[in-house]
């Protein structure tokens, strides 16, 4: 078990799977089962995903200031997450609407009210920051200040950059500086992937870099190991809905990788339990135990040898 201070968006995410991207206008569409209404956004997955893994989890995040917080832990779900760190600080909950198709397209309507404006109580965060092992942040305006209590504490960085574009790079500088992991997806980025994240190792030092690339699966960098790699996607699970599945990746890639300190073991599991994460509408369903990994993970690659 490991200990992790996650920090970032909240949001109410509303998810319609449709046949293909883009949608094709008709007056109306009639399907059973092809909308979702849950909570959401990167943090809140990832911390959720962290939970049901075993890790001590604290998530610092922000809601609507009359929301109802049952919106978090559901009544129908087996588990549930603290909320001892999620404030109401802003006027109404972020909110996405988010169409998925069966070819893993995505295309997302994103509403995030008031929340640049808004600054997190800092107050709660050294405590937390100290105990931790690691910090995973979104790369959120909230979270800035962040990375300057992890630094103090000599605690390392993970972050989830959302929607990552050359020209708007350095506003994401502090993040990418700070940062011993990154993650991205490769939905915004037109460059080759294994330049793209050769550039950004070098530019910025980052130890470990994971690219998402959706159904062509993922590229994984490791500085230590010196590998720049491609890792193509397994199959557990009939694509149902993609929403999350990044996030899944995420926080099942740093629980492993936390524990062994190995990139390529910890991204075989994260790369399972997301394609089974996918074949489940909602953020909180879907989640491989830890022993379904393993029998997965011999399946397909076999066993691990002995050490």
Not at 237 to 266: I, K, P, R, W
Request: hydrophobic fraction near 40%; include cysteine; glycine fraction near 6%.
């Amino acid at each position: 078990m490991s200990r992790f201070v996650v920090a970032g968006i909240t949001q109410v995410e509303t998810i319609v799977n449709v046949d293909k991207i883009p949608v094709g206008y008709v007056p109306m569409t009639s399907a059973p089962n092809s909308i979702h209404i849950s909570a959401g956004g990167d943090a809140y997955n990832e911390a959720l995903a962290l939970t049901w893994l075993g890790d001590d989890v604290k998530l610092m995040s922000v809601v609507g200031r009359h929301q109802d917080m049952s919106l978090i832990n559901p009544e129908e779900r087996k588990f549930s997450i603290s909320t001892d760190y999620i404030l109401p600080l802003v006027e109404h909950i972020p909110m996405q609407v988010i169409l998925c198709d069966r070819e893993r397209k995505q295309q997302i309507f994103e509403d995030i009210k008031d929340l640049r404006e808004i600054s997190y109580d800092m107050s709660m965060v050294p405590p937390c920051v100290a105990q931790s092992d690691m910090v995973m942040l979104s790369n959120a305006n909230f979270c800035r200040p962040f990375i300057e209590v992890a630094s103090r504490f000599s605690k390392p960085l993970t972050v989830n950059i959302h929607e990552f574009r050359r020209e708007k790079e350095q506003y994401n500088e502090d993040f990418l500086n700070a940062a011993s992991v990154l993650y991205f997806s490769d939905d915004t980025i037109t460059e080759d992937p294994f330049t793209f994240v050769r550039s950004i190792a070098d530019k910025y030092g980052t130890e470990i870099i994971i690219l998402g690339q959706g159904a062509k699966g993922l590229v994984l960098y490791d500085r230590k190991r010196n590998i720049n790699v491609h890792y193509n996607t397994v199959k557990t699970n009939e694509v149902v809905n993609t929403a999350g599945a990044g996030n899944a990746l995420l926080a099942c890639f740093m629980h492993f990788y936390m524990e062994t300190g190995d990139s390529t073991s910890a991204i075989k599991d994260a790369m399972l339990f997301a394609s089974y994460k996918i074949g489940y509408v909602g953020t909180s369903m879907g989640f491989l135990t830890v022993e379904q990994l393993e029998q997965w993970r011999n399946l397909i690659w076999g066993p691990s040898p002995l050490i």
